[in-house]
Nanobody, 115 residues
Framework: QVQLVESGGGLVQPGGSLRLSCAASGSRFMFTVMNWYRQAPGRQRELVARISSSGGTNYADSVKGRFTISRDNGQNTVYLQMNSLKPEDTAVYYC?????????WGQGTQVTVSS
């Protein structure tokens, strides 16, 4: 059974930085795609960034130029470096990987951007 554990969230002032990590376990194989989603109160969950096994990346327009997704295939870990954070980045951030029959999700980590 695939398990995802996120870490690195917290409270940061506008303009600050945070680095999220997600460690995946329970699979003998490398995940072809690893994703970061976020969900703010009263809003739908949205895709923030995606990275393929070869390192190709995609970002939501709202985070382009500020966030960077990366991965360590040997450790089955995905990272999200978040710079120039804004109050509107406040949300619970979730790690996600597609698996046979559906998706696996982490428990989420809270990111709060406030002065």
């Amino acid at each position: 059974q695939v398990q995802l554990v996120e870490s690195g969230g917290g409270l940061v002032q506008p303009g600050g930085s945070l680095r999220l990590s997600c460690a995946a376990s329970g699979s003998r194989f490398m995940f072809t795609v690893m994703n970061w989603y976020r969900q703010a109160p009263g809003r739908q969950r949205e895709l923030v960034a995606r990275i393929s096994s070869s390192g190709g990346t995609n970002y939501a327009d709202s985070v382009k130029g500020r966030f960077t997704i990366s991965r360590d295939n040997g450790q089955n870990t995905v990272y999200l470096q978040m710079n120039s954070l804004k109050p509107e980045d406040t949300a619970v951030y979730y790690c996600n990987v597609p698996i046979v029959g559906g998706n696996a999700w982490g428990q989420g980590t809270q990111v709060t951007v406030s002065s």
